[in-house]
């Protein structure tokens, strides 16, 4: 990542809990990722990829910049990319 651009745990850890995902297995199975990547998030073990990133934005309704910035805004819903992510893994 750039200087000055990290990966936000604690944003993430919130967006997850107010949607009832408390654990490393219920962040991993909402956003399609695997749970190991999870855990090594949080733990500050690794850096996320892009597309783990755009995964945990689109599972959370959140942006990049509140994952990478630490910026929290409400977005509305993206209903186009929740679609072509369950039709992709159909």
């Given amino acids: 990542m750039e200087p ?3 990966f936000h745990a604690d ?3 919130d967006k997850a ?3 009832g995902d408390t654990t490393h297995l219920a962040i991993a ?3 399609g990722v ?3 990547t999870i855990s090594r998030l949080l733990s500050g073990r690794t850096v996320p990829s892009l597309a783990t990133l755009v995964a ?3 599972a959370y309704n959140c942006s ?3 994952l990478v910035l630490g910026r929290v805004r409400a977005l509305p819903p993206r209903p186009a990319l929740a ?3 369950t039709a992709a893994s159909i």
Avoid: F, K
Wanted: a neutral charge; charged letters at 35%; zero cysteines.
């Fill in 64 to 66: 990049l910049d509140d």
């Fill in 56 to 58: 945990l934005a689109d």
């Fill in 29 to 31: 199975l909402r956003a």
């Fill in 11 to 13: 944003v993430l850890t």
């Fill in 83 to 85: 679609q072509a992510r």
């Fill in 34 to 36: 695997r749970e190991s």
């Fill in 17 to 19: 809990g107010s949607m």
């Fill in 4 to 6: 000055g651009l990290r």
